[in-house]
């Protein structure tokens, strides 16, 4: 009787556990199954590889390009498996058995369609523009890219998603590439309703590994509620841009939440081509006046962290420890011996606008810390585009911007030339130190990537010890997954995002 | 009436011919440069290149004077052809007219939805001022015209697509798509109709005639239908016109909450991008929707009144 129970109990106990793990099954993997996605920007123009939507193709495993990069953020094989520097080409060996999702093959003929379309467009992708960008058949498997001047980082440059590579046929047309059943990557895109939605299938003959769901429906979601409330409803299972204060929200839904890195920077810009920021004693004091840690956990509430230099944790050659906090004493030290004191209070105007908008909140954070220091700032959110001709003119104090610092591939050296050398196309900060260009001028001739990024590291040293703006914090992506797993998160944002994602139970 | 009619209808061109004049010409006076705008709407964090920027600048026929190019954007309005977005390069014109079907069905519903609820609401508040009905309506429609629609659409996605699971959070697709979006939008023309219904009603129900009615003893309900409603359809009909724009306007939330490809957040993409085409052509529709919704609706009133048709055709 007793081991009839005992036995009924461990069918019991058994019984629970097996329907347990069904209840669970959320968490484990089912390849094949279907996903919908809510992502957070839409295409604006139609896909165009010249345009940033070019990258979505990438990011949503549809195009691929001759090269993608590492978690160190070196170039590495994608449809090219090798390449050499050779004076002022490089030759790119393209990988065999690739085939187009259209059926036809990968050659050397039709990497050179794609890419001199995308060079050759009235205002082609900034990764080839002004290169003097050319490219030619270089044998039976390869092609040869050749710049106007010797480029170091041209393998690098070929992981941007602007360069992504389609089918000889989507070319045909003459005007822009028709992107559908065109690509090489592990989804095929069928259909897309404008800036609405996409379609996406498994490409069952990709040459690499198959992606984890059959089918993908892309939704376009721009408002951060409405796609967590998608997620929560169990609508969508991966969202991005999942804003700080409905993370718990989502979280207490049972969804996984990823916070990683963005490679952005808001900067808090000091005019020093005149008083009072042309004194590095006043820029050292706006420095010490601002508490950055602040700023970013209290102030944007954790969704953004603390920048102690121009770069930050989603490159490797980005500064992780944190900064140092307010110092108010050295701040009106400083401040005094700048001649600047209760008797002589400084008043600058601090200029933002509302696009993206922590701007404004860390703007006002911003005054009341410079407040308590003794400078008065006073605040004027308005139109980016009104602004900039003026800031960029050097007619104003303070600019709070936000600066994304890598521009489609990730090296820092269009960066650091356009908005800190002396005749740069961006420098608003007008800062202007031979010292510097020189040691950025050196990126011309440096092809190894751990060279360059020592490089980098140096060159937003110096920004740093020359007080040149204030970098206040680096904003933090986020994604939530529930009904889905395996994200890779990218700071780089130059690998693919949908063909990890799994469906799960 | 045919008079009015004409009246009526002579003002519109006039008045949509002054609505393009300041929808071609407010971006510009608002600083908006559209060559650079085409550049950064396509490239985020673009450094304009002058080159560049001339080069779209002449290839989109912005480099003419601002009236040649108002004459010359007029003239292929009128012929049907709104050209092509500057950012997208699809035709305006299948991007405006496919959001526009979207956003006619949604405003359309939600009418209905407003006048099969408001006015039913309203009447039998009316019935008994001040009794529990009344109160208890009276809470509601203040909270229906006090409650913004972005305050509103997450409460209602958070009951029926979080909670019971009913309904999808966003999309748009099957009819399941369309009932929380109809619901936000009619939730304040509703509740307007109601208190306007209520207070008409009231009203009539305390006229002589009324009494009278109920005096040779005609039933409680036909004295509410066929004396009070009836006569408070009139103002309803007036509201229709300001409510028909309002929703247009309106709408840009609901769609955006609820990723309904309709005009609104068309237009609500475009502003940022700076998509002067779309814009224009988005602006033009919604101005030329709410002109018209006005004519017509003064032409209905006027021939459901017969007091003002009167006073009309004695003119």
């Given amino acids: 009787m007793i081991v009839r129970r005992r036995g009924r109990l461990t069918l019991a106990a058994l019984t629970t556990a097996v329907l347990l793990l069904a209840g669970c099954g959320g968490a484990a993997p089912a390849p094949g199954g279907e996903l919908t996605v809510a992502l957070q920007f839409p295409p604006r123009a139609d896909y165009a590889f010249d345009a940033d939507d070019g990258a979505r193709l990438q990011s949503l495993g549809v195009a691929e390009t001759l090269t993608t990069v590492d978690d160190g953020a070196r170039p590495a094989p994608l449809l090219a498996t090798s390449w050499e520097q050779q004076g002022d080409a490089w030759r790119f060996t393209l990988r065999q058995g690739v085939v187009f999702h259209d059926g036809t093959p990968l050659t050397p003929e039709a990497v050179v369609t794609a890419l001199r379309y995308v060079a050759g467009v009235e205002a082609p992708p900034r990764a080839v523009r002004g290169t003097g960008f050319a490219i030619a058949v270089d044998g039976p498997d390869a092609v040869r890219i050749t710049t106007a001047e010797p480029d170091p980082v041209l393998p690098l440059r070929m992981s941007s998603g602007n360069l992504g590579i389609l089918a000889p046929a989507a070319y045909a047309g003459g005007g822009a590439p028709g992107y559908l059943r065109s690509g090489t990557g592990p989804f095929v895109l069928t259909e897309v309703d404008g800036a609405e939605s996409a379609q996406l299938v498994r ?14 429906t892309v939704r376009y979601v721009e408002d951060p509620q409405a796609r967590a409330l998608a997620v929560q409803a169990g609508d969508v299972q991966f969202a991005e841009g999942i804003p700080q204060a409905q993370l718990d929200q989502v979280r207490s839904a049972g969804a996984e939440v990823v916070e990683y890195p963005n490679a952005r920077t808001v900067p808090l810009q000091l005019n020093q081509s005149r008083p009072p920021f042309d004194d590095v004693r006043v820029r050292r004091a706006v420095t010490a006046a601002i508490d950055r840690p602040v700023l970013a956990g209290q102030v944007l509430g954790g969704g953004a962290a603390p920048a102690a230099d121009l770069f930050g944790a989603a490159v490797p050659w980005g500064a992780t420890a944190p900064p140092p906090a307010a110092d108010v004493t050295t701040a009106r030290r400083l401040l005094a011996e700048a001649s600047h004191g209760p008797d002589d209070p400084l008043t600058v105007r601090l200029w933002t606008f509302p696009n993206r908008p922590e701007l404004p909140t860390l703007a006002t954070a911003v005054q009341a810390m410079l407040a308590e220091a003794g400078i008065r700032a006073e605040i004027t959110v308005g139109n980016y585009e009104a602004q900039e001709p003026q800031v960029l003119a050097g007619d104003y104090d303070m600019f709070l911007n936000s600066r994304s610092y890598l521009s489609d591939f990730p090296d ?6 356009s908005d800190y050398t002396c005749d740069g196309s961006y420098a608003i900060d007008r800062y ?15 092809a190894d990537p751990v060279q360059r990024q020592e490089l980098f590291r140096q060159a937003a040293g110096m920004l740093t010890a020359d007080a040149v703006g204030v970098m206040l914090v680096h904003p933090v992506n986020t994604a939530v997954l529930r009904g889905a797993t395996g994200f890779v998160p990218d700071p780089l944002q130059v690998r693919p995002v949908l063909p990890q994602l799994t469906p799960t139970g | 009436m045919t008079g009015l009619l004409l009246r009526r209808l002579l003002v519109v061109p006039p008045v949509l011919l002054a609505a393009s004049v300041l929808v071609f010409a407010l971006p510009r006076l608002a600083g908006v440069d559209p060559a650079r705008a085409v550049l950064r709407a396509r490239s985020a964090d673009a450094v304009p290149d002058p080159a560049v920027e001339e080069r779209i600048r002449a290839s989109f026929g912005l480099d003419a004077s601002p009236v040649e190019q108002y004459l010359r954007w007029l003239a ?35 009418l209905v939805v407003a006048a099969a609820v408001g006015v039913p609401a309203g009447a039998y508040a009316a019935r008994r001022p001040g009794g529990p009905l009344d109160r208890v309506l009276g809470a509601g429609t203040v909270a229906g015209v006090a409650v ?90 007036a509201l229709a016109g300001l409510l028909v724009a309002g929703l247009l306007g309106g709408s840009v939330v609901v769609e955006v909450v609820f990723a309904v490809p309709g005009l609104g957040r068309l237009l609500q993409q475009a502003v940022p991008a700076q998509d002067l085409p779309v814009i224009q052509a988005g602006t033009l529709l919604v101005v030329t929707v709410a002109v018209l919704a006005g004519v017509l609706v003064e032409i209905v009133a006027t021939a459901l009144d017969p007091v003002q048709r009167s006073a009309r055709g004695a003119r």
């Fill in chain 1, 203 to 216: 490409n069952d003959a990709y040459w690499g590994d198959r992606a984890g769901a059959a089918r993908i």
């Fill in chain 1, 412 to 417: 820092a050296a269009s960066t650091l030339t």
């Fill in chain 1, 432 to 446: 202007c130190d031979p010292a510097y260009d020189a040691l950025v001028d050196r990126l011309n001739g440096t």
């Fill in chain 2, 76 to 110: 292929a309005v009128l012929r049907g052809d709104l050209g092509n977005g500057y950012v997208s390069g699809v035709p305006v014109l299948a991007q405006v007219g496919t959001a526009a079907t979207v956003s006619g069905l949604l405003t359309v519903l939600a």
């Fill in chain 2, 148 to 237: 913004p629609e972005f305050v509103l659409a997450p409460w209602l996605v958070l009951l029926f697509a979080v909670g019971l699971g009913a309904l999808p959070a966003l999309g748009w697709g099957g009819p399941e798509h369309l009932v929380l979006p109809v619901l936000t939008l009619a939730a304040y023309p509703g509740a307007l109709v109601a208190q306007l219904v209520r207070a008409e009603t009231v009203t009539v129900l305390a006229r002589p005639h009324v009494r009278a009615a109920r005096a040779k003893g005609l039933g409680e309900h036909a004295v509410l239908w066929r004396h009070g409603v009836r006569l408070a359809t009139t103002s309803v009909t």
